[in-house]
């Protein structure tokens, strides 16, 4: 069956160094990945949508990559700081799985003054 | 004002009691989508509905019902509620798009549902 795994454990890291999160998926062939960022007791929201035939993506200081060979994909916050304290989640969509986008379980980011 | 608002957005009940969940939206969006959410899983689709006379089930329907009252208005029904369906929630939007559907998805807060 088609599964999206996200680092189950916390990240910590101190303001100001690059945060990076990981995206893993099997069983599938998505044609678009997306990035949500979710805060405690809020709904989801979008941050960054990248197609399978790009590699790199980037917006202020998120970057992310789709590695389609990898079945992976990196989602880099740069100059972190506080306030980017959140769970981060990954979707697929498309292709195998047609329309629907299929979520992973996030993880959390703590990024300390 | 939110452009995805649901109500409530806590609730306990007791087993066997029905709940109905409503989700509006001024996104003007055609598509909607009920999610749950459970520590440690992904959000797992409910149902979905891409206009105002089509509804489908999603990967975790049994339960649960729908109605989709206008393009604004998507509503989720717990018939008669059991513990393992409590959970968080999520009521979500998005654009139309012809083939694959890569539009982002515009969520509610949620609504925490205990079942005791």
């Known amino acids: 069956s088609q599964k999206i795994e996200q680092n189950s454990e916390a990240l910590n890291i101190q303001e100001g160094k690059t945060a990076t999160l990981t995206c893993n998926y099997t069983n599938y062939s998505p044609a678009y990945l997306q990035w949500y960022r979710q805060d405690p007791g809020r709904g989801p929201v979008f941050l960054l949508l990248?197609?399978?035939?790009?590699k790199e993506k980037r917006k202020e200081r998120l970057k992310v990559t789709f590695d389609t060979t990898l079945k992976q994909s990196l989602f880099h916050i740069t100059a972190s700081q506080p306030a980017d304290s959140a769970t981060y989640l990954c979707a697929l969509g498309g292709n195998t799985g047609g329309f629907k986008t299929i979520f992973g379980a996030g993880t959390r980011l703590f990024v300390k003054a | 004002d939110a452009d995805v608002t649901q109500t409530p957005r806590n609730r306990i009940t007791k087993t066997g009691k029905r709940i109905m969940l409503e989700c509006s939206q001024t996104k003007g969006h055609d598509r909607m989508y009920w999610y749950r959410q459970d520590p440690g899983l992904g959000l797992r689709l409910i149902y979905y509905s891409f206009d105002v006379k089509d509804i489908n089930k999603g990967e975790i329907s049994d339960g649960y019902s729908v109605s989709r009252q206008a393009q604004a208005k998507f509503s989720l029904s717990l018939e008669s509620a059991i513990p393992n369906q409590t959970a968080l929630y999520f009521c979500?939007?998005?654009?139309?798009?012809?083939?694959?559907?890569?539009?982002?998805?515009?969520f509610g807060d949620g609504t925490r549902l205990s079942i005791l």
């Open positions: 990248i197609r399978e035939n790009e």
């Open positions: 979500a939007t998005s654009e139309t798009t012809t083939g694959t559907d890569n539009q982002p998805q515009h």
